[in-house]
């Protein structure tokens, strides 16, 4: 154990190659989680669950913000003809409309960034789980991924655990 976490200090500081690491008979892998995270199925599936979630209150917000702009419009063009009681009265509307606007959509991003993370630190918990699938199935030995500067094509891994996610999804939707 104490050999690997030295030859596992010199792989990550970059000081032994991938072959000579190999040579130990240590197999050392990479895995862009990004890559992976972002072209998964689960993640389009993800996202367009949130967007059908959000996308009443989304509608909502734009036709508040469409008809805030509208009273606007009428006062900036009608002021001229109004007196000054319907000015005020047209006024503290629109500011009473803007107060409630931004309000509506603070709380929107705020419930939004919620079921974002929910959902992504879902499909983060299966990626992980996955990767560590391919790498018990490939014999690897170490897999890193983030703060890395440098890998080989040779051992990357990311598509294989993107085929893995892809047959996780079609599993899923065949039951």
């Given amino acids: 154990m104490k050999q690997f976490a030295q030859i596992l ?12 690491v190999s040579a130990e008979g240590v197999k050392v892998a990479f895995v862009n989680a990004g890559k992976v995270f972002e072209q998964s199925p689960q993640y389009a599936e993800a ?3 949130l967007e059908t979630e959000f ?10 913000n469409q ?17 000054s009681s319907e000015i005020s ?17 603070a709380e929107f991003r705020e419930d939004l960034n ?8 879902k499909l983060r918990r299966q990626v992980r ?10 014999n690897i030995d170490l897999v890193v991924s983030e703060g890395v500067v440098y890998f080989s094509k040779r051992i990357d891994i990311s598509d294989l655990v993107l085929v893995r996610l892809k047959e996780l999804d079609k599993q899923r939707a065949a039951q």
């Fill in 9 to 20: 200090a010199l792989v990550v500081m970059g000081v032994l190659s991938f072959s000579a």
């Fill in 47 to 49: 996202k367009k669950r």
């Fill in 55 to 64: 996308a009443r209150r989304n509608d909502e917000l734009v036709s508040k």
């Fill in 67 to 83: 008809t805030l702009e509208k009273l606007q419009n009428k006062l900036e063009r009608d002021a001229a003809v109004m007196s």
């Fill in 89 to 105: 009265k047209l006024e503290k509307d629109i500011l009473s409309r803007k107060r409630r606007l931004k309000n509506a959509q």
């Fill in 114 to 121: 919620l079921r974002q993370n929910e959902e992504f630190n």
């Fill in 129 to 138: 789980e996955v990767v560590r699938e391919v790498g018990k199935d490939e």
